[in-house]
């Protein structure tokens, strides 16, 4: 059997088992969060959602990601039922309540709430959103850089369901991780409508080629968060970076490789479809690169 790894992979951490829930506007013991099984995103998928990490005390670009979780709410129709700075406030009074300074992530997810019956039309939501933050200790660890196998599975075109929104209604990417596995890899490269490198299920996905960066047009992926910054970075150090079209023969012979996420920040990736990525170890590249960002994190 692979020993697959994660690019959510964490040290196990007892206090987990202790978490503090907000839900709704209370704060509950971690087995106390619970929702009904009419709720819309069980239901159905119902529902946009945002991650974030807290590092030394600060959440990492919470009001970008606190931005995005809004405009997601706004084109599915959802009124999250609190403003941008109350939504802060509950992230906030969470990490008081469970104590955290550091190494913590955020889960924020808001659904269209109860339905009224089991059904789809979204007007049986009569009782509001679900509103919850699940915020957990993690510190990220990496046993060895992360394997890729190229899927089936497509990031789609908007018309379908845009892959820009972060939306509850993951199946297609956890569709794309499994087949990933089943071929022995850990995550799924996954290519556009015209059949160029786009993402993986997880993350965005970046190559570097003789001192270039380059990473997908954006059109048919998820615009991390951490993909923009890592864009800006190499933009304010002097290091070319591209959004461009590329195909599978590009990225094999890339000299390194490595994915953007809020959980991972960069991490590398060492092997595409059986082939040895560089020297199948984290490059100067991404090396340089996580250092900038650190740096920016704790700006």
Not at 140 to 168: E, W, Y
Not at 240 to 257: I, K, Q
Not at 263 to 280: K, L, M, N, S, W
Request: hydrophobic residues 40%; charged residues 20%; proline residues 5%.
């Amino acid at each position: 059997m692979t020993d697959h790894v994660s690019t959510h992979a964490a040290e196990d951490d007892a206090r987990n088992e202790k978490i503090l829930i907000w839900l709704n506007g209370r704060i509950v013991p971690k087995a106390e969060a619970v929702v009904s099984v009419y709720d819309s995103g069980f239901m159905l998928g119902d529902g946009v959602w945002e991650g974030i990490r807290l590092y030394n005390g600060r959440w990492s670009f919470i009001d970008d990601h606190i931005r995005r979780l809004f405009e997601a709410a706004k084109a599915i129709d959802l009124d999250i039922g609190m403003t941008p700075d109350q939504v802060i406030s509950a992230v906030s009074e969470t990490q008081r309540a469970n104590g955290m300074t550091t190494d913590a992530h955020a889960r924020l997810m808001v659904t269209r709430g109860v339905k009224t019956r089991p059904f789809q039309n979204p007007r049986l939501s009569q009782q509001g959103p679900t509103v919850t933050i699940i915020m957990e200790h993690s510190r990220p660890t990496l046993p060895r850089p992360i394997r890729l196998a190229t899927v089936p599975h497509l990031r789609g075109l908007p018309m379908t369901q845009d892959p820009k929104l972060n939306s509850h209604s993951k199946l297609n990417c956890i569709l794309a991780c499994i087949a990933a596995q089943k071929a022995g890899a850990d995550e799924a490269l996954m290519l556009d409508v015209h059949g160029f490198v786009n993402t993986t299920n997880a993350c965005n996905f970046f190559i570097v080629r003789r001192g270039e960066v380059w990473t997908s047009t954006g059109d048919y992926c998820m615009n991390g968060i951490t993909r923009g910054k890592v864009i800006e970075l190499c933009r304010a150090n002097g290091i070319p970076v591209f959004e461009r079209n590329f195909s599978l023969v590009d990225t094999y012979s890339a000299d390194e490789a490595f994915l953007t996420g809020t959980f991972g920040a960069q991490t590398p990736v060492g092997e595409i479809d059986g082939r040895i990525i560089g020297t199948g170890q984290m490059g100067p590249m991404t090396e340089r690169l996580r250092g900038l960002y650190k740096t920016l994190v704790g700006a």
